[in-house]
Nanobody, 115 residues
Framework: QVQLVESGGGLVQAGGSLRLSCAAS????????MRWYRQAPGKQRELVASITTGGTTNYANSVKGRFTISRDNAKNTSYLQMNNLKPEDTAVYSC?????????WGQGTQVTVSS
């Protein structure tokens, strides 16, 4: 069993920053990728950023240049540094861990950006 725990969400003014963390624990064998998704009320879930074991990163166009994903392989933890936040970034942010045959989700953390 693998558990993911996100932290770092909160309320911030537009232009501010937050750093989300996603700590994985349990029977982890080999992580292929860790991803951050977000879902705003009334909208579909959106893939925000991804990072592979080798360090390759990908971002949604809406966050390029503002968000940075990273990971600490020794701690099985992924981070999402979010700068210059905008009200449209308001959503529940969830992390996903992908192994070869399985994937796991965290419970999500709320990010609210006020204008």
């Amino acid at each position: 069993q693998v558990q993911l725990v996100e932290s770092g969400g909160g309320l911030v003014q537009a232009g501010g920053s937050l750093r989300l963390s996603c700590a994985a624990s349990g029977a982890i064998f080999h992580i292929n990728a860790m991803r951050w998704y977000r879902q705003a009320p009334g909208k579909q879930r959106e893939l925000v950023a991804s990072i592979t074991t080798g360090g390759t990163t990908n971002y949604a166009n809406s966050v390029k240049g503002r968000f940075t994903i990273s990971r600490d392989n020794a701690k099985n933890t992924s981070y999402l540094q979010m700068n210059n936040l905008k009200p449209e970034d308001t959503a529940v942010y969830s992390c996903k861990l992908e192994e070869k045959l399985s994937h796991y989700w965290g419970q999500g953390t709320q990010v609210t950006v006020s204008s």
